[in-house]
């Protein structure tokens, strides 16, 4: 058997392909970051570089 049905709108419902999606920019943007970081000429830099990171929402 499966699952018991949800109730109507109590959880976003997400295909497969969004999550994969969803994956893909967040592998992304993390690279873009380590990048980033490791390419700041100071260490003042790095620091709002990580700052930024740990504010994102996913």
């Known amino acids: 058997m499966g699952r018991p049905p949800r109730p109507e709108g109590s959880e976003k419902v997400m295909s497969i392909a969004d999550r994969v999606r969803q994956r893909r920019l967040i592998n ?7 990048r980033a970081w490791m390419t700041a000429p100071t ?10 990171a740990q504010r994102r929402s996913f």
């Open 28 to 34: 992304r943007q993390n690279r873009a970051i380590d």
């Open 43 to 52: 260490q003042s830099m790095r620091d709002e570089i990580a700052i930024f």
